[in-house]
């Protein structure tokens, strides 16, 4: 039997996630005081990240790697290049 290429399954992956499905995935997240972040502070990180030139494909950050929806709801996260910061460390 052939074995699916590791590449092309996350390729598959990938190719499967969204902004909507990320949203999706991060309005189901509960509020956890000293884990996640406010909701107006997840919404002004969000729109520095929306401006911002290492924004790709308007989900993920090219400096870190990370999906800036996930990056951005966790209060003690940065961003990699200073343009918010971690709240309450
Ligand atoms: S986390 Fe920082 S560097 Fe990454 S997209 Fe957002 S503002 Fe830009």
Redesign the pocket.
């Known amino acids: 039997m052939k074995q699916p290429c590791p590449e092309c399954e996350l390729r598959a992956i990938q190719s499967s996630i969204t902004k909507e499905s990320l949203e999706r995935e991060v309005s189901a997240m509960k509020y956890v005081q000293g884990i996640t972040a406010p909701e107006n502070q997840y919404k002004n990180r969000l729109d520095?990240?929306e401006k911002?030139s290492?924004?790709v494909s308007q989900i993920m950050?090219s400096?870190?790697g990370a999906y800036?929806l996930f990056?951005a709801k966790n209060k003690k996260s940065s961003?990699?290049?200073a343009?918010?910061a971690a709240q309450g460390c």
């Open positions: 520095i990240c911002c290492a924004l950050c400096e870190c800036v990056r961003c990699p290049r343009k918010w």
